[in-house]
């Protein structure tokens, strides 16, 4: 799985398949004609409505993919990254999540990564900015 460059529209298709979705049931879902279904299948990104939509159709969560990219290849935040403005520290209307936050899937992405020989445990260190003790806590651990 590539969570670098992500095609939502082949994805969906994949799952689509996958499921073998009648194509009439997701006309009807999507109150449109088979060739629109066709064009989503073909773009590579949606609205959210429509990826919304998706996910509930096809019981998949496909936001999921853009986490693991956050994840993966967002920059590491500060550790002592709080906002403080004038008067204190800065008050959040949405929630904060913790960036390392490692699902099963990014770990068996990552360790596929290594045993595959694509990339060696000194690249996914760098690249990934996952810390050596983690890395080799997960060798041990799923190997």
């Known amino acids: 799985m590539n969570f670098k460059d992500i095609h939502v529209g082949r994805l969906i298709h994949c799952r689509f398949e996958e499921v073998a979705m009648d194509i009439d049931r997701a006309c009807r879902f999507f109150n449109c004609f088979e060739s629109e279904l066709k064009e989503m299948f073909a773009q590579e ?30 920059p590491q935040r500060r550790r002592n990254g709080n906002i403080k403005n004038e008067k204190g520290p800065r008050k959040f209307v949405l929630p904060q999540f913790r960036k390392s936050l490692y699902t099963k899937e990014i770990i068996a ?22 810390p050596k003790t983690t890395l080799y806590k997960w060798l041990l651990k799923y190997k």
């Open 45 to 74: 990104n949606l609205s959210t409505d429509i990826l919304l939509k998706w996910s509930k159709l096809l019981e998949y969560d496909f936001f999921r993919l853009y986490s693991h990219h956050l994840i993966l290849y967002s």
């Open 109 to 130: 992405f990552i360790l596929e990564l290594i045993s595959s020989g694509e990339k060696s445990k000194k690249e996914i260190i760098e690249e990934y900015n996952i």
